[in-house]
Structure formats: C-alpha cells, structure tokens
C-alpha cells in the first residue's frame, strides 16, 4: 500500500555548525503537527492523485493542511519549484529566499542552496481548481500548471484603463465601466463616429501629458480612446489610439480610423483596437496608433507654436 504523510517542521534547535544571520526578518508562524494523510487504494486499482477542491484561502479548503506547506512563510504566496530550505527545515519560496538576503526568517541560519524534493514532489502530486472559479473558471489543473493558467485566464478580472494614475481598481467590464464613470469622471459617449478637439495654451511644456479618456459604447461593447504626449527617444511626439474593453480575440473583429490634419494635409491612421489586457503604456510604447510629430501638430494647429489645437476624428466598425 502507498503512503503518504506530510511533513513535520521540528521545533528543533539550531543544526550543528549552521551560520546565525544578524538581520532578522519579521514572518508569519510557521505550521506544525500536521495530520497523515492515507488515502485509501482499492486492491488492483491505479493510484489517484490528490485533487483540492477551491476554498477560502489560496484556492482549497481550510480543512486540508497540505496547502500550509505549500505556503511561503514570507510572502504568503504558493511555492513553486525551487523551494528552499534551510537546515532546520523551515522552508520559503525562490524570491524570498533572495529578499531575506540568504538568512532563514525564522531560525536565522544561514540557507545555502538546499531543495525541499520532498515538497516539490508533493506539490507534483496535487491538482487544484483555478483561483478564479468563483468567476466562473472551472477547470482543474496540476499544482506546477496553475499559475502559468491564471496569468492568462480568460476570466480573471481586468485592470482599470484610466492611464491618468495608478489605479489598483480590478473587475470585469461593467464594474470598471461604472467605475470610469464614477471616479475618473470619464466622458462616456454612445456610438462609433467621434470629433474630439484637445488643446494645450503651451505645447512646448507638453512632454509627458496624457487627456481625459473618453469611452465609446457602440455595437453594444466599449472602446477607451486615448491622446497623450511623450518623447519618442528625444523627439516630443503625440499619439491617438483606441483599446477595446475586452479579451483580444474579441478586439481583433473590429477595426478604427484615426485622423488629423489642416491646411489641404492630412495624417490618417487605420488599425484593430488593443484589448485593455495591454496596458496602455505598452500600447504606446509600440506606437501602436495615430503618430503625430510636434512639428506637424503644431502646424496642424494654426503654425504659430501659441498653441496646440488638434482636432482628431474618426470611426469604429465591425468587420463581417
């Protein structure tokens, strides 16, 4: 019969000839007494593995005590291979190992390069739920695929695309659409055509600016316009874009015009929206848009470097 028991953290005292660090890091307790897990394999049956159904804390239920090893003491995070420990026993993940400057932040021995084999294996062992199935993700997946999963899961909650702060705000589409509305005082306009005008009385002070978004409601989804100004090396430049509140295969079945111009010229800009999973500085950085040099939007607005006046216009539509 194949058994398997978890591990015990001894409260044992410091190992022969390990290395006392004089910095010492705050952690949480670590866990200790945990029960034997048996499971029970019926004669000529093939082993299972274990599967954690999700729960309260890190995914899996409070009940199962397989997961408090698996919890870095540090940072509270699951460990992935490599997992640390120091002769003791006390174990953390690979970052922290690096944060607490090799010192173990509970017994204060020096950590060396010892793997816990023991506790990768067991983490090889398990299958867990996505940490997103209240959301409505409800697939499983082996311990080392999880998080590689959730990076990309289709259902984890987007990221606020107001590029004018640094906004922790997460959620699916209407909560941010709400949020955009309530907080950022976002102009929200309803249909595909737009005509927005943005002015600035110095443009010469305009390096690092970014406009008010504006969001576009038609074909019953959502588009965040963005306008900002940059320096491209150390050339001042303006850029228009659009990204689409939504996943990018979604954004890949619209497309957008960009234009601008004055005096018989035009720049005009044709693309497929970003989906808002790229970060607006991403999407800028790529030039991913409607590029204006500041000598054109200058002359674009009037030729006297007064003032920056720029009317951009343009359209959505979905392809067929």
Known sequence: MMMLSTIRIPGSPMAPGGGVCKEVFESR??????????????????????????????GMPLSNRVHELLVCPVCSSLMYHPIHQCPNGHTLCSNCKIKVHNCCP????????????????????LELPCKYQKLGCQDIFPYYSKLKHEQNCRLRPYNCPYAGSECSVTGDIQILVGHLKDHHKVD???????????????????????????????????????????????TPVYIAFLRFMGEDFEAKKFRYTLEVGAYGRKLIWQGVPRSIRD????????????????????????????????????????EK
């Open 188 to 234: 929200m306009h309803e249909g595909c055509t737009f005509n927005h005008r943005y002015v600035k009385s110095d443009p010469h002070e305009v390096e690092n600016a970014t406009w008010m978004l504006t969001v576009f409601n038609c074909f019953g989804r959502q588009f965040c316009l963005h306008f900002e100004a940059f320096k491209l090396g150390t």
């Open 29 to 58: 307790p670590t866990f200790a007494n945990y029960d034997i897990i048996k499971p029970k394999v019926e004669k000529n049956s093939t082993p299972v593995k274990s599967v954690i159904v999700a729960g309260e804390k890190h």
């Open 279 to 318: 970060c607006h500085r991403k999407v800028r950085d790529s030039q991913d848009g409607l590029m204006i040099p500041r000598n054109l939007a200058l002359f674009f607005s009037g030729g006297d470097s007064q003032e920056l006046k720029l009317r951009i216009t343009g359209r959505i539509w979905k």
């Open 106 to 125: 509970t017994c204060r021995l020096d950590l060396g390069n010892i793997r816990c084999l023991a506790l990768e294996r067991v983490a090889a062992s």
